[in-house]
């Protein structure tokens, strides 16, 4: 493994894998073109509502996913929010999202007075399980809310056979699948519709944003409704035909993902290429399990909007809270991802919503949700065991893809002498 990853851990005063003055490629990252078009929207005065760069953006996207319709949205928490409005989730209703995801997959469920109910995820991709899908579907489901978590294809397929015949609406949230492709198709545009954000870690970013995609006319109707104030085309400015908020993108987001969608292609041909090879070179060392892919499609493509592992602490014999300590003092910018599934967390636990019917510290109340009780043992060791690397790592080189192979061998190697200096710095080391 060289000379490198055998000598001292930088945590121990060593010299580390990446110096200080190592840079990861920036991101966001902006082009003397992102600049030309910011400045033509700033100089045209149409900020907002009308701004052509907002309706060229829309158009462009759509037929990147040849999807019919995009609606360019705020945030992806908003385009998440007009899905499950348009397709008409209430009070009572039930919608399947996964266990380990972000807070925004569940909370636009909440909003509409309906249960989210978590799904545990499949221990090979991180993604919802099918069979667990599969068992928590009741005649009050109206939705599942598949993620394609760190760019991975969710199993659509088996998703959509649950979903079949009984009424039931596939929202994808495809925060993290830019550029994914499932069996020959793009990312949002597989289920009924799909949700993307645009915030700044995302491979597509404009600091905040997100888009709305759908091929349903119908429901392409409602969202641009539902937000704008419930506006309708060719109705008066002044007239409101639905109760409904401002979720509208501004023309500087729009202008700014003209040129991420035009480098998208070419990123994520880079991020699959580091991709496979930190699967192959991680694979080798004891305790590390990349997330696999669902499924070896020739059509088939990850997004890696992250770089997730599961780490056995067994195998290696250190934490994984040290572990990932010990790599980013080799300049390895690891984290540990989510800390607990979902509906663990206090908002579900205490019941702590705006809702009528979830207010109050008393005992739950009858048809309330026991959070507590949707156990998902698979998301929460996997929470115990999560590595994550941001997608910008591997926009990197291959010398540094490399690197941070070296970075991780190095800390497998020295896991006796890590074990030693957590056992004389318990207060630094972590659990």
Known sequence: MGKQTVSRLALLGGRPVFGKSHRWPQWPAATRADERRLLAVVRS???????????????????????????????????????????GIGPGDEVIVPAYTFVATATCVLQMEAVPVFADIDPLTFNISPASVARLVTRRTRAIIPVHFGGNPCDMAALGKIARGRGVTIIEDAAHAHGMVYRGRAAGAIGDVGCFSFQSSKNMA??????????????????????????????????????????????????LLLGQLERLEAQTRRRLANGRFLDVALAQLPGLTPQRLGEDHPRTRRA?????????????????????????????????????????????????FWHRQFLGDGPRRRGEPDFAAMETPVAKAYCAQAIWLPQQCLLASRTEMRGIFNAFAKVVENAGALRDWAAKRPSESGP
């Open 45 to 87: 005065g149409q900020w907002g509502i009308g701004c052509p760069a907002i309706r060229e953006f829309a158009e462009r996207f759509a037929r990147s996913l040849r999807a019919r319709y995009v609606l360019p949205v705020a945030t992806g928490t908003a385009a998440l929010d007009l899905a499950v409005k348009a397709i």
């Open 206 to 255: 404009s600091g905040e944003g997100g888009a709305l995609v759908t091929n349903h006319r119908r429901l392409f109707d409602l969202v641009q409704c539902f937000h704008s104030f419930g506006r309708l085309p060719r109705r008066g400015w002044y007239d409101h035909a639905a109760l409904a908020w401002n979720y509208r993108m501004t023309g500087l987001q729009a202008a």
């Open 304 to 352: 890696w909007h992250l770089y997730m592992l599961r780490y056995d602490a067994a195998y290696v014999g250190v934490g994984r809270d040290l572990f990932v300590q010990a790599l980013r003092a080799e300049g390895v910018p690891a984290s540990c991802g989510y800390p607990r599934p979902l509906q663990e967390n206090a908002m579900f636990r205490e019941r702590r």
